[in-house]
């Protein structure tokens, strides 16, 4: 304390040079409006620079909370994104003649739309093709599933919110079909090569299907109605026995592509049609 | 002790009249103006304290200011100048002299020892002030000019002050 006391009164001069000086810039900064205005500007300037820095440090320790932020966004972003993009897949599909083709003939029957969630493609295996909806939804075994291309195959066993289906690419499928024009009908069959292609066998010889025929359900059996598209006819060929001819067909649908599906479930409704549509073939001739 | 305030107050207020009434209208080509007042610091006694020389310049910078419409920069030069010029003085006087309470003057420190005092303390005033006064360098060469021209000229009227002290001296006694 006696050492600070004798510091100050040995340089008492120098604090008040200090206090002097002081009292001299403010007068000058005070009274003289030129250098009052740079100084001013000076420390404006200097303040701002000062709030800038402290400006960055502060956002720069706030940078964990808003990198979490921005990592939930983010995460929320992308799932909004995955909805979307799907909601925008189903809404611009670009629907194909056939389907729209399908689907005028399928109005009045109570389509139930399902998405494929598990597609076996795989050549001379037997396939199959499980769906998102099942028995909760209304499906029973035995109900005819159609694609954007026309006829998929059958529901074969159900569980409460799945479905199995047997895929027209499957050895034991028989789907009973038609040439479109024609009332010659046979039933289509898988030979377990390729998944775009299956045949028609047992077609008089004097059908004449050609080329480019178009292959739709005949409406004989329960399960679909009469008229849905299943492919087009590729190549006549003579069957193994000679007697008659078989239609080799490109299918309509592509399996190893499948989408989008609906299941027919009016009940009755196609064995009705398909009364109908007998009386009818039965009063033509 | 009171006559030494009586020429203190003498010198103080010839030299703050002489600078407004003459000096300040002073403007040799444009650029100098004479500022002789800090000689007021060199005058002193060589034992005054280190405090009142910084009092005492601050006290003529105000007054100057004052009357020359410049607020703050001759009282803020002067202040620095009271603090330095003890410090000068002792660098520039004759050692011998040190010890003993003498004036300084051309007399007691020879012509050189005197303007060397003389042209240091003058030049850190006139710097100073002119810096203060421009607050900017936005100008420099006139700046400089400024401060180059009026320190000539300002040690030109010391020197004739100094002379004219001395004779007086010699024949008074003051």
Redesign the interface.
Same mark, same amino acid.
């Given at each position: 304390m006696q050492n600070l006391l004798d510091f100050l009164r040995r340089y008492?001069?120098?604090f008040? $040079?200090v206090v &002097?000086?002081v009292?001299? $810039?403010?007068? &000058?900064?005070?009274?003289?409006s030129?250098?009052g205005s740079?100084w001013l500007s000076a420390a404006n300037g200097v303040t701002a620079h000062i709030n800038n820095l402290y400006k960055q440090g502060e956002d720069y320790f706030r940078l964990k909370t808003i990198n979490t932020q921005l990592t939930e966004e983010n995460i929320r972003l992308q799932q909004e994104n995955a909805i979307l993009s799907e909601a925008l897949l189903t809404v611009t599909h670009d629907s194909t003649y056939t389907e729209k083709r399908v689907s005028e003939q399928l109005t009045g029957y109570t389509l139930i739309p399902a998405k494929v969630v598990s597609n076996k493609v795989v050549r001379g295996a037997n396939n199959y093709i499980v769906i998102n909806r099942g028995t909760a939804e209304g499906i029973r075994p035995e109900m005819g599933v159609v694609g954007g291309g026309g006829v998929v195959g059958i529901v074969y066993l159900t569980s409460k919110h799945h479905s199995l289906i047997i895929p027209l690419t499957h050895v034991k499928s028989s789907i009973s079909c038609r040439v479109r024009g024609k009332n010659y009908f046979g039933y289509l069959q898988w030979d377990g090569r390729s998944t775009r292609k299956a045949h028609v066998d047992d077609v008089p010889r004097y059908a004449k299907a050609r080329r480019g025929s178009v292959i739709e359900t005949s409406g004989y059996s329960a399960v679909f109605p009469p008229g849905i598209f299943v492919g087009r006819v590729d190549k006549v060929v003579n069957s193994k026995d000679g007697q008659s001819y078989r239609l080799n067909v490109v299918l309509g649908n592509d399996f190893g592509n499948l989408r989008d599906v609906n299941v027919i479930a009016t009940p009755y409704k196609n064995e009705i049609d398909a009364l109908m549509f007998q009386a009818d073939s039965l009063s033509e001739r | 002790m009171l006559q030494n305030f009586f020429i203190r107050s003498f010198w103080f207020l010839l030299l703050v009249l002489l600078q407004t009434l003459v000096f300040n209208h002073i403007h040799f080509m444009g650029y100098a103006t004479p500022m002789p007042y800090v000689y007021f610091l060199l005058i002193q006694p060589h034992h005054t304290d280190r405090w009142s020389y910084v009092c005492m310049g601050f006290l003529l910078g105000i007054a100057i200011d004052v009357f020359s419409n410049t607020i703050g920069a001759a009282a803020a030069s002067m202040t620095l100048v009271g603090l330095l010029t003890p410090l000068l003085v002792k660098i520039f006087a004759p050692e011998d002299k040190l010890d003993e309470d003498f004036l300084p003057s051309a007399a007691t420190m020879k012509w050189s020892g005197f303007l060397k005092l003389s042209a240091i303390a003058f030049f850190l005033h006139i710097a100073l002030f002119f810096m203060l006064e421009n607050f900017s360098l936005f100008d420099p060469e006139t700046l400089f000019i400024n401060i180059g021209a009026s320190w000539v000229l300002t040690f030109l009227f010391v020197v004739a002050i100094e002379h004219i002290r001395m004779s007086f001296n010699k024949r008074f006694t003051l």
């Open positions: 008492n001069y120098l008040i $040079f &002097l000086e009292v001299s $810039f403010v007068l &000058l900064f005070r009274f003289n030129y250098q740079v | -």
